[in-house]
């Protein structure tokens, strides 16, 4: 059998730690984790981040590696993750990695187009502009200075559209022009599973899970960031909310029924993006399941 990546991948509270970890000890192995907040030694309640004992059962990888002061990126996360397999690789056949961030999975699996370092000034000035003007002013931005990507973009993807814009006026030219679509061979294979339940189900774990958070915590967690609120890495659904609170915008019930509501928003996002990947089986969240779909005697 050649070397193998399994790739579990699936929106926000379906299960996925868990059962990577079952699937884990199964196949005596480690995972790499695919989050983009998970990384982060400072966020713990709100990304809901593996438990003291799940990361003791299973070595993992990408999980408190890096500082919310630090700037991550989907490259900066192709270049640790390959690097992670390769050494994993020498001592296993099988490895897997875990998340629900498609970018950095579409990174680890065949690499992304090269797009020039961006100046820090442009950036943190289009998203204080974007605060304080809206979508409506990154569209109108976009339009004059960008048209390539005003035409075939993602032009209702706030994110999107300030990534083009940054990318624009640092470099003169439209972000369409660096994006290829060719793919890198990686000297692996990979196995796609997306986990997937219910959405009646899955909006329910996700309203029960911001409950336990608010229980164990997260508004004191999120106070102790207050100082650091206006980093990218806290630009994220549970710590925005309760920013808003501290800060006398919204009452502590609205803020909790934001995030619940802007989770399962997030949630529908990432099914979008994972089921747009033809590649993926989906596949309930369950050990049994997960083997039964692998295409190797397992």
């Known amino acids: 059998m050649n070397k193998t990546c399994i790739v579990i991948a699936g929106p926000t509270a379906v299960g996925k730690t868990a059962v990577a970890i079952q699937l884990a000890r199964h196949f005596n192995t480690s995972i790499i984790s695919a989050d983009s907040r998970q990384c982060y030694k400072e966020l713990n309640i709100g990304v809901a981040k593996p438990s003291l004992q799940q990361l003791e059962a299973v070595p993992h990888y990408f999980i408190n590696s890096h500082s919310i002061q630090e700037t991550v990126t989907a490259v900066g996360f192709e270049k640790y993750a390959l690097s992670a397999a390769e050494k994993l690789f020498e001592t296993h056949d099988i490895i897997l990695m875990v998340g629900g961030t498609g970018l950095y999975m579409k990174a680890f699996c065949e690499g992304l187009d090269e797009i020039p370092a961006v100046d820090e000034k442009i950036r943190k000035n289009i998203i204080s502009q974007y605060e304080e003007k809206g979508i409506e002013w990154l569209l109108s931005e976009i339009e004059k200075e960008d048209a390539l990507f005003f035409t075939e ?24 022009q660096f994006q290829t679509g060719n793919k890198s061979k990686r000297p692996f294979d990979i196995q796609k599973i997306l986990l997937n339940v219910p959405r009646e189900q899955l909006y329910g774990r996700i309203n029960t899970r911001v409950d336990q958070m608010m229980q164990e915590g997260l508004m004191n967690e999120v106070r102790s960031l207050l100082p650091f609120k206006d980093l990218n890495a806290l630009q994220t659904v549970g710590y925005r909310e309760l920013f808003s609170h501290l800060a006398e915008e919204i009452s502590l019930e609205e803020a909790t029924d934001n995030i619940k509501k802007n989770t399962r928003h997030y949630a529908k996002r990432q099914l979008t993006w994972f089921k747009n990947d033809a590649a993926f089986t989906e596949c309930t969240p369950e050990l049994e399941a997960i083997l039964s779909v692998l295409k190797f005697n397992s």
């Not at 999107?160 to 369409?176: K, N, W």
């Open 153 to 176: 973009g993602e032009i209702k993807n706030p994110q999107r559209l300030m990534r083009a814009l940054e990318v624009v006026q640092s470099t003169g030219r439209s972000i369409v």
